[in-house]
């Protein structure tokens, strides 16, 4: 009888999971509680362990609220605010106020004759290679960037290595395809990226630096400048794969009227659960530690009274 059920424990994997909660349940929990009913009581026991728990979710709250970790509300993330065909200035143009002053591309230098003028961008992006976009020289070369951005009427270049390259290419193709603007992804290219607005950069990188910069930009609780990016694209020349050979790379369709995606950054609120969580946790510690010091003032004085009238 004792081999069967050894076998049966042993080939019940989910059996056995239950069983081993079960023990440690009782081990970790049902020990704690038994040390703090004999020596504390019942009631106490159980106030002293409740004020340990709080204490701990206090602590464990905090360090999710600085690091974004544990329980987390909505990440930052980019949403479209308006979609436009052709010039954004036009009188059918962008909805969005500082939209309007954004330009096309042909209104912008040309990449391949800003590489072919500077030997440096030459060496970087070789004219048997794919041609280079403006955000990719614009990555490249400080000169380059300084030169578009005196155009842009408060606008900057988004570089291609910038990490909100990828994001707001993302949040556009995923919209363009859910709105049904385009079928898939691959029916059109990216061209170039913009941004506006935003928090000051920092410029001080020290640790204490860092630390202000943070603690500032925390503090400022929701009041923070909009941020906007604006994406240009344009539909791609219909290519047929030959079979055998890897698809063709894609073209644009220069009689395509060029879309510009303007997005603004919800910051979320990563932090604020947690936060809320610690504050929660912090009040409730706080009640239940004070309960505990007044029942120890309440003991202390009864027991003074009594020595005083032995």
Known sequence: MTFEILAGLSWTPGFRG?????????????????????????RLGFQLALTGLAGWFF???????????????PAPHWKVVDTISGPPGAPDGARVKIGRTLPLPQDLPDPVKLRDADPDLLAEFPVDAKDPLLGDLAGASEAVRDQINDQLDGWTILETSNKFTGETQSAVSEYLVEEGVFERASDFLFI????????????DDSSVGRAIYEVVNTAKLGRHAPF??????????PQETQPGQAPPLPVRDPDAPVYTVILHRDRGALRQPSIGFTIASGLVFAVLAQSLHRRDKLVAKQRAATAGGA
């Open 59 to 73: 602590v464990m709250g905090f360090i999710w609220a600085i690091y974004g970790i544990g329980y987390l509300g």
């Open 228 to 237: 906007y990016a604006a994406v240009q694209l344009q539909a791609v020349i």
């Open 192 to 203: 170039t990226g913009f941004l506006h607005g935003g928090e000051t950069p920092r410029t």
């Open 18 to 42: 239950m069983l081993s909660v079960l023990v440690g349940v009782v081990v970790l929990y049902g020990s704690v509680a038994l040390i703090l009913g004999t020596n504390s009581g019942a």
